[in-house]
């Protein structure tokens, strides 16, 4: 079983998330809330 992690570049900021949903949903939450940083999901 894989997990997923919210990034920001190489770096794990978040996670392990069990589905790459809830990762993607976190990600999104942050997106909202920070200005200039892109945070994205990876499996790992």
Not at 12 to 41: H, I
């Amino acid at each position: 079983m894989s997990d997923y992690y919210v990034m920001v570049g190489s770096r794990e900021v978040e996670g392990p998330f069990e589905d790459r949903k809830s990762a993607k949903r976190r990600a999104d939450e942050l997106n909202m809330n920070e200005v200039g940083t892109n945070y994205t999901v990876r499996k790992q």
